[in-house]
C-alpha cells in the first residue's frame, strides 16, 4: 500500500501562490489517475483536480485556469501550482488516488495527514 505524505501549504495573502508536493513512498507509476482533494472546515471533500500516468490533467470549474496538477513518475511525486489563491480556497489539501475525469477512485490509498493552505483577504 502506497503511503502519501503532503506537504508546501501555508498562509498567503490573497493573489498569491503556492506549490504543493506529494511524495508517495512507494511507485506511483501503475496508478493510472491521482488526485488532488481539499476540506475546508464544516465541508465535505472535494477532488479539485486529477491526472493521468501520462500526465493530462482535469480540474474542478473552481480551480480551473488557477491551478496545475502535474507528476513526475520517477520521483514518485504528484504536484498543485496553485496561483491566483483566494480565501475560499482555504482548506487542508490531500492527495490520492482518483477515477476518471474527476470522479472518484475504486479503491483510496490510505491518506496522508494533509497540508493546511489559508489564504486571507
Known amino acids: 500500500q502506497v503511503q502519501l505524505v503532503e506537504s508546501g501549504g501555508g498562509l498567503v495573502q490573497a493573489g498569491g501562490s503556492l506549490r504543493l508536493s506529494c511524495e508517495a513512498s512507494?511507485?506511483?507509476?501503475?496508478?493510472?489517475?491521482m488526485g488532488w482533494y481539499r476540506q475546508a472546515p464544516g465541508k465535505q471533500r472535494e477532488l479539485v483536480a486529477t491526472?493521468?500516468?501520462?500526465?493530462?490533467?482535469d480540474y474542478a470549474d473552481s480551480v480551473k485556469g488557477r491551478f496545475t496538477i502535474f507528476r513526475d513518475n520517477a520521483k514518485n511525486t504528484v504536484y498543485l501550482q496553485m496561483n491566483s489563491l483566494k480565501p475560499e480556497d482555504t482548506a487542508v489539501y490531500y492527495c490520492?488516488?482518483?477515477?476518471?475525469?474527476?470522479?472518484?477512485?475504486?479503491?483510496?490509498?490510505?491518506w496522508g495527514q494533509g497540508t493546511q493552505v489559508t489564504v486571507s483577504s
Open positions: 512507494g511507485s506511483i507509476f501503475s496508478i493510472n489517475f
Open positions: 491526472i493521468t500516468r501520462s500526465g493530462i490533467p
Open positions: 490520492n488516488t482518483a477515477g476518471v475525469r474527476l470522479s472518484l477512485p475504486d479503491r483510496y490509498a490510505d
